[in-house]
């Protein structure tokens, strides 16, 4: 069974930063692009970022490019996002998801809160 | 950037009923790289259809997707009581991905 298992959230003053994690199993991590998707409070979905098997090829959503980075540690089976300079509109749920044509696979989400 | 739009917002429905989403994109999208995703509260979204015509595993009949190019549709043939929940449509084919604004589908 596929299961993807978000941490790191929590609350953070404005500025601070915070490394999101995602746990992998039940599927081989390294054979699949990887994505972060985020839902700020009684809002709709938002593509953050997504990267390729090996890590050669990301792409961010404007508002994130130069303060979230996005890496993958395949042998971890593990995925990450950094967050740098966090703004108070940063504040949302953060999901990591599978992709093969479609986010086939969603974690359950880590909140992120940033205190102004 | 291509930007997506949902139509309806909301939607009003009663069991048993057809509903028919929409989702309009800005430019082409190519090989038809859209998926449909439903989202209940409290939980993570579910995928529904990608390619725009292709169920997921384990996806009842009911829903199906259909359109290529600008202009997609998702409907749900019959209604069912845990049909009612929001629906968004996302383009994977040109970076940044973006979904749409969502449609609420309510009870009426």
């Known amino acids: 069974e596929v299961q993807l298992v978000e941490s790191g959230g929590g609350l953070v003053q404005r500025g601070g930063s915070l490394r999101l994690s995602c746990a992998a199993s039940?599927?081989?991590?390294?054979?699949?692009?990887m994505n972060w998707v985020r839902q700020a409070p009684g809002k709709g979905l938002e593509w953050v970022a997504n990267?390729?098997?090996?890590?050669?090829?990301?792409n961010y959503v404007d508002s994130v490019k130069g303060r979230f980075t996005i890496s993958r540690d395949n042998a971890k089976n593990s995925l990450y996002l950094q967050m740098n300079s966090l703004r108070a509109e940063d504040t949302a749920v953060y999901y990591c998801?599978?992709?093969?044509?479609?986010?086939?696979?969603w974690g359950q989400g880590t909140l992120v809160t940033v205190s102004s | 950037e291509i930007v997506v739009t949902q139509s309806p917002g909301t939607q009003s429905l009663s069991p048993g009923e057809r509903a028919t989403l929409s989702c309009r994109a800005s430019q082409s999208v190519s090989s038809d790289r859209l998926a449909w995703y439903q989202q209940k509260p409290g939980q993570a979204p579910r995928l529904l259809i990608y390619?725009?015509?292709t169920r997921a595993t384990g996806i009842p009949d009911r829903f199906s997707g259909s359109g290529s190019g600008t202009d997609f549709t998702l409907t749900i043939s019959r209604l069912e009581a845990e049909d009612f929940a929001v629906y968004y449509c996302?383009?994977?084919?040109?970076?940044?991905?973006?979904f749409g604004q969502g449609t609420k589908l309510e009870i009426k």
């Open positions: 996302q383009q994977y084919a040109t970076a940044p991905d973006t």
């Open positions: 390619d725009a015509s």
């Open positions: 039940g599927f081989t991590l390294s054979r699949y692009w």
């Open positions: 998801a599978r992709e093969d044509s479609g986010l086939h696979n």
């Open positions: 990267m390729n098997q090996d890590g050669s090829e990301k």
